[in-house]
């Protein structure tokens, strides 16, 4: 249930909302239905098409998953073209990001992207003109958030469900988590089971048989880090474990990001609402955390909205992150190779 932990009131809230996600049903079945039929068409790119996306509200690991998929590409002299919606921006039309972008004019996430990979990241609620109009000089496009995407014919689909929080309770929003039909698993090529804590735990074995049944290519992914930084140098955790440390981060599952300092010194934990602009008033709440802490720590999602002097002036860091891919028999698996398969 998205919107509280108390398992009484989520009861409630998740009946009190039945009619409303009878609705939404109804809605996502008739438009999917369009498709299926061919009455709507899609569009089918010459370029090698990837989408990553899924099918629950709330943070499930694309960001990370699409800058893994691109640097690995790279590695390899594959060539990528993002394009994403470009959620939270305050600009309209396309955006295509440079070193000068501003977070207010691409959002958050697509920022983060294009500095983690230094690929072509352009921002446009038109999805298809971007590929008709700038796709041709690649070698892939990848789209961002788009399995319910259906104005394109992707080439490969690949969905990402996070272990923890699984498919919640199977329904629709807004009772639910999910924000498309279960069976709509079938649709897609790959299955990611992604913030995976432990590859080989019962919890992950139980889900792995259950996705199976959808035919589909199923991975784990799990995070990998070490390293905090200031966006010049890195801070090995280990060297942080002695320090008073605050979090804070808005992002989809907050509670995701704070577990991984569970064994550390923490002052704080302040949770703001997803892509949260940090205004003034986040600001201040910011210097009070610093008071009592040594470090302040957050996502680097959240990192590039800070200013630079306020980075300095309160000693933020962020989590260096990275992904690590395992197939369903838990060897290491190369991202890129669903691509290159």
Known sequence: MLFTKNPYIAAFLCVAFLPLTIVYYLAVSFRHFLYDSGLKSAYQPDVFTISVGNITVGGTGK?????????????????????????????RGRVVIDDSTQVIESGDEPLTIYRKTKS????????????????????????DDAFQHRAVKKHLDVV????????????LLPSGILRDKIPRLRSSDVIILSKVKDINSVSVKEKLSYLKKFGKKILLSKLDYSYVSDGTSKTALKDISGLNISLFCGIGNPDDFFSIFNNFRIVYSKAFSDHCSYTESEMAVLKKLKNNSDI??????????????????????????????YDSSRAEYDISDLIMR
């Open 63 to 91: 960001t990370p998953t699409v800058i893994s998929m691109v640097n690995s590409m790279a590695k390899k002299g594959l060539n990528s073209l993002v394009v994403t919606r470009g959620y939270g921006r305050k600009s």
């Open 120 to 143: 072509k990241v352009v921002c446009d609620k038109n999805r298809t003109s971007v590929i008709k109009d700038l796709s041709k000089s690649y070698d892939a496009v990848v789209l």
């Open 160 to 171: 990402l469900i996070d272990e923890n929080r699984f498919l919640g309770n199977r329904l």
């Open 296 to 325: 302040l720590i957050t996502t680097y999602k959240d990192f590039v909205k800070i200013p630079p002097a306020i980075v300095i002036e309160l000693n933020i860091r962020y989590l260096e992150i990275d992904l690590k891919f």
